[in-house]
C-alpha cells in the first residue's frame, strides 16, 4: 500500500511541478513567435535595420540610406508607423513575452531604369495579446530627374486613372515588366502592355524601357498624334468657383485638354477645383499673382509675382508650373530676363472679356482656327462656358486634338530652351 501511495504522490508532485513550470514557460519564458519576412529585391540604396525590445513590445525596423528626398518621405512613413504602435502599447506596463506587441517591416527597392525608382514597405504588427499579424504594403515611386513622387494621374489618362484605382488601390509600385496594384492583402501585376491603352506620360517612354520605339509605339498609344492637326485652348484669370468646373466637364465630355493660366489670389480660394483641373490632366500655368502688369514691375517683383504663384499650385498639385502667360500679353526685356519660363502668349483672341456674347466668340475662334494654334478664352466670365461648349465640339467635329499648351509645344518640337515668347504652334 505504502509503495502505492508513494508512488502517486510522486505523480502528483511530477504533475503539479509539471504544471508550474509550464506557468513559468508560458509567463516569463517564452517568446513572442514572429513568422518571417524579409527583403526580395535590393536594387537602389541601403536599408538600415535596427530594433527595440521592450517589456511590452518588439520593433524590427528597417529604413533606407539613399537619396535625401526618398529617405525623407520614406523614413518619416516609417516612423509614423512606429509612433503610431507605441502610443497603443503605451499604456500597457508589462505582460508575458508571449503576449507582446510586435511590429516588424522590410523594404524592397527596385531600379526600374534610370530615371524610375520604386519601394515598397511590407509590414506586420501584431497587437498586445494578439494572436494574428496583420500585413500592410505602402508603396513609393520616384522620378530620380525631378526628384518627385510618380503619382497615378501622372502616368495615365484622366479616367483610366480612376477605373484602375476602382479594381485595385492607391497602392501601386513600378516594376521593370509592369505595374504591381495592391488591395488589401491581394496584388496583382499588369504588364506595361496591358497598360496600354491607359497610359499618357513620358516616363514610360522606349529608352526608359530598354524597348525600340517601334516596340513602345504598339505598347502605348499616344495622347498627342503629331500627325493629326491640333489646338491648345488657354483660360485666363481663373481659377472661377463656379465656371471653371463647368468648362472642365465639357472638356472631358470631348476628350479634350485645356490649359489654365491662374492667377495666385484665386488659386488659394478654389484649391479644390485647381486640384479637379490638374487631376483630370489639364495643364496649370502661371499668370502672376494679383494680374499685375509685369512691364511696370522690378525683376524682383516680377519674380516674386510668378514664384509665390508657382508655390501656391505646388502646395495643391505637387507640380511646377512650366509657362507663365503674363497679363495683358505686356512683355519687354526685362520680364523676359527676369523669368526662366517659357511666356505663353496667344494668335486667336476671343474677345470673350469684351463681347460677352458667344454668337461673337465662337465664329471668332471658328473661322480663324488652324494647326498650332494658342486660343485665348477667360473662365471668369459664365458668358464664356456656353460659348467653349460649341467650340470644343466643332473643333472636335472638324479633328482637332485639343491639347494642353505643353503638349503642342513638345509634339511641334519646339525647345522652349531657346525659344522663350510663343505665339502659337507654328511660328
Ligand atoms: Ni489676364
Redesign the pocket.
Known amino acids: 500500500m505504502k509503495k502505492i501511495f508513494k508512488f502517486f504522490i510522486s505523480v502528483i508532485i511530477i504533475a503539479v511541478l509539471f504544471i508550474i513550470a509550464n506557468l513559468i514557460w508560458t509567463n516569463y519564458l517564452k517568446p513572442v513567435e514572429i513568422p518571417e519576412l524579409s527583403s526580395i529585391s535590393n536594387e537602389y540604396g541601403t536599408t538600415i535595420q535596427s530594433e527595440e525590445i521592450t517589456k511590452v513590445y518588439e520593433i524590427y525596423s528597417q529604413k533606407i540610406d539613399s537619396d535625401e528626398f526618398i529617405n525623407l518621405d520614406v523614413n518619416s512613413y516609417i516612423d509614423k508607423l512606429i509612433e503610431d504602435f507605441k502610443n497603443s502599447n503605451s499604456k500597457i506596463e508589462s505582460i508575458a513575452p508571449k503576449d507582446k506587441a510586435v511590429l516588424k517591416n522590410v523594404i524592397d527597392t527596385y531600379k526600374v531604369n534610370d530615371s524610375i525608382v520604386s519601394l515598397r514597405i511590407t509590414t506586420i504588427v501584431k497587437e498586445v495579446y494578439g494572436e494574428y499579424f496583420n500585413t500592410s504594403i505602402k508603396t513609393f515611386n520616384y522620378n530620380l530627374e525631378d526628384k518627385e513622387k510618380i503619382s497615378l494621374d501622372k502616368l495615365f489618362k484622366y479616367g483610366y486613372k480612376d477605373k484602375i484605382s476602382d479594381i485595385y488601390s492607391e497602392d501601386y509600385l513600378l516594376l521593370h515588366n509592369g505595374i504591381e496594384f495592391y488591395k488589401e492583402k491581394q496584388n496583382n501585376t499588369c504588364t506595361y502592355n496591358l497598360l496600354k491603352e491607359y497610359a499618357s506620360s513620358k516616363l514610360l517612354t522606349a529608352q526608359n524601357f530598354s524597348i525600340s520605339q517601334e516596340e513602345y509605339d504598339k505598347l502605348f498609344v499616344k495622347v498627342v498624334d503629331k500627325s493629326k492637326k491640333m489646338v491648345a485652348i488657354t483660360f ?2 481663373g481659377p472661377h468657383s463656379t465656371n471653371t468646373q463647368k468648362i472642365l466637364e465639357i472638356l472631358d465630355k470631348y476628350n479634350a485638354r485645356a490649359t489654365f ?1 491662374m492667377l495666385g489670389q484665386n488659386v488659394v480660394n478654389n484649391k479644390d477645383i485647381v486640384k479637379d483641373v490638374y487631376n483630370r490632366g489639364n495643364e496649370i500655368g502661371i ?1 502672376t499673382w494679383d ?1 499685375k502688369q509685369l512691364t511696370k514691375l522690378s525683376s524682383e517683383e516680377i519674380a516674386t509675382q510668378v514664384e509665390k504663384t508657382s508655390n501656391a499650385i505646388y502646395d495643391i498639385t505637387g507640380e511646377k508650373p512650366r509657362i507663365v ?1 503674363p ?2 500679353g505686356a512683355i519687354n526685356d526685362t520680364v523676359k530676363t527676369a523669368l526662366n519660363y517659357p511666356l505663353i502668349l496667344w494668335n486667336i483672341d476671343s474677345l470673350d472679356w469684351k463681347s460677352r456674347d458667344e454668337t461673337k466668340i465662337v465664329p471668332l475662334v471658328m473661322n480663324n482656327v488652324q494647326d498650332g494654334d494658342i486660343i485665348l478664352l ?1 473662365d471668369i466670365h459664365a458668358t464664356t462656358v456656353p460659348a467653349v461648349e460649341k467650340i470644343v465640339s466643332q473643333l472636335n467635329e472638324s479633328g482637332y486634338q485639343m491639347v494642353t499648351v505643353s503638349e503642342l509645344l513638345d509634339a511641334k518640337e519646339y525647345d522652349t530652351t531657346k525659344t522663350k515668347v510663343f505665339y502659337s504652334g507654328r511660328q
Request: hydrophobic share 10%.
Open positions: 485666363d484669370d493660366f499668370h494680374h502667360r497679363p495683358y477667360h
